[in-house]
């Protein structure tokens, strides 16, 4: 009897790749896909990670130039210890009158109308005091201008002595955190006021206005360095300035207390020189920031006589004041900057 050898293995192998079903065959290939399935979800789990990564550092660097160039350029929203959070009320308007009855009832009624303005605080300077004709007016206008159908408080309040010094001393101490400091006779609109209170709500330690002025230093002697205040022009033409007036200007309200607390010797300083005021604020925030104020890009107007703008000798005296308020300080506070806050809104240009 003849003996027939059966080769499993060769016909495993042949019905391999001869097309036919096995076993074997069925077990590779379904083995196959799951080891690619694994491979292909590694591959896109490590490119995750990479674009992961690539994205923390990207936006680590974004966070670090910008806090960079907000420094440089003067735009540094630190908050001090009075400072928990930006405002997110309205403002306080601070007036200082200067004998002009007719000026006043035209700032008021324009101020009023405006809609985040909370308080109308006026601080009439002058030795003849106002009538209560036009303080009753005053109200009037107030309560017929305000928007809305929260009408904005009003105070009226007559400095003694003839001081243009305690226009930053008021008695009754403002209930906003921001405070908008002008003269009577400057008109801000009410668009531009508004934008102006939201660059200052993101730099509440600044003071943040319309008219920016700088200062040069002319000579120096003994090691001591005489400086030169510098009006508009010489801002158009550098493109620098140090200081904004607060003719028309946002600051915290905690830089009256800071300014009624000044030493002594400042005091005295701004109360017996006329129109020194505006620079001792000015000084008073570059010292307690170490910062520059920001200007604003904006439109104002100046309505009737400016008597104490039109002083002959003002350069001299601004000189004066300038030089002796800095000895004063023990040193020069002011930061220099170039930066402009401008509404998007309004430029055609980028």
Known sequence: ?????????????????????????????????????????????????????????TFSFIIYVSSKLSSFMGWNPHYPSFVSSPSRGGYTVLI??????????????????????????????????????????????????????????????????DQLASRFRPKSYPNTDAIFSVDDNVIVPCPSLDFAFSVWQTAPLSMVGFVPRTHSVNKE???????????????????TYTMVLSKAAFFHR??????????PSIQNYVANERSCEDIA?????????????????????????????????RSRLRNKCLNDLISHFGSMPLVPTNFKAVSAKNEWLW
Not at 125 to 152: F, W, Y
Not at 225 to 237: L, N, T
Not at 254 to 260: N, V, W
Not at 285 to 310: D, L, M, Q
Request: charge should be positive; aromatic fraction near 10%; glycine fraction near 6%.
């Open 254 to 263: 905690k830089y009256l207390d800071f300014y009624a607390h000044m030493s």
């Open 96 to 161: 200082n009158s200067w004998k002009q009855s007719s000026v006043l009832k035209q700032s008021v009624a324009h101020y009023a109308s405006c809609r985040s303005v909370e308080r109308i605080h006026v601080s009439w300077s002058g030795s003849e005091p106002p009538s209560e004709k036009l303080i009753a007016r005053l109200n009037e206008i107030v309560v017929l201008k305000s928007e809305g159908a929260q009408k904005t408080d009003f105070i009226f309040e007559v400095i003694s002595g």
């Open 1 to 57: 009897m003849s003996s027939v050898h059966v080769d499993i293995a060769g016909d495993a192998a042949a019905a391999a790749t001869d097309g036919f079903y096995s076993p074997a065959k069925q077990k590779a290939a379904n083995r196959r896909p799951t080891v690619l399935t694994i491979q292909r979800a590694r591959q896109t789990l490590c490119a995750a990670k990479v674009k992961l990564i690539l994205a923390v550092l």
């Open 281 to 313: 604020m000015s000084l008073l925030v570059a010292n307690v920031t170490g910062a520059p104020p920001v200007w604003v890009k904006g439109k104002i107007y100046e309505i009737g006589a400016s008597s104490i703008g039109s002083l002959r000798g």
């Open 221 to 239: 002697q003994n090691n001591v360095a005489y400086y030169i205040y510098e009006g508009w022009w010489s801002v158009w033409w550098t493109g």
